[in-house]
């Protein structure tokens, strides 16, 4: 079926052209087994793995698939982090768009940090040691201009790389959606919500 990661940290990158867009993986998440790597007949782009930091995962098999049947619980928690792991990605994509590539690192960061921070007397510690090189493939840019970025967020004491690698996060969150994006916002909440099917 696929396995479940119990520790460390994995990284799904998929290759089209010359860019790499990245997704983290890290304890609770799923890789879903697939019939081959490939994303589509007509789009030419390559899926591989990294291991980010030393991970250990637990093989999903046929077996386990067989007693799921008698515990409908688990199929509904496992169900549950499938589509905490669509969330995440829904806001990956929606930092990738930002303008500004120091906007869209504050956002990735706080993004992890909700996930893997620990509060600190500075900050927000993220103990996430991500090169330049990963960081420019999760926001959708080169790393020279994240090497820019963050060179321009440490000075201006949001964000900074210690000396172990971990990131010491100590700006402010992007802020509530403003201008077009918040008119949608207001608009689709102002929508009668879907009609709701019967059970039989």
């Known amino acids: 079926m696929g396995l479940l990661v119990i520790d460390g940290l994995i990284a799904r990158e998929v290759a089209m052209a010359d860019s790499v867009s990245s997704n983290l993986l890290g304890p609770g998440d799923l890789i879903l087994r697939r019939r081959g790597d490939d994303p589509g007949q007509l789009l030419l782009a390559e899926s591989r793995w990294a291991v980010l930091a030393p991970a250990q995962v637990a093989v999903l098999d046929r077996r386990l698939g067989m007693a799921l049947c008698h515990y409908p619980e688990v199929n509904a928690m496992v169900a549950d982090r499938l589509a905490e792991q669509m969330d995440r990605m829904a806001v990956g994509q929606a930092i990738g768009q930002l303008n500004g590539v120091d906007r869209r690192l504050l956002a990735l960061f706080w993004q992890l940090a909700e996930r893997w921070g620990r509060v600190a007397p500075q900050g927000i510690l993220v103990p996430l040691a991500l090169t330049h090189g990963v960081l420019g493939a999760l926001v959708g840019a080169r790393r020279p201009t994240v090497s820019t970025a963050l060179g321009r ?24 959606p403003v201008g077009e994006a918040a008119r949608i916002v207001r608009r689709r909440a102002r929508r009668p919500p879907p009609a709701r099917l019967q059970s039989v």
């Not at 967020?153 to 402010?172: F, H, K």
């Open 153 to 176: 967020l440490a000075r201006e004491g949001q964000l900074r790389r210690q000396d172990d690698g971990t990131w010491l996060l100590s700006g402010d969150a992007v802020g509530e």
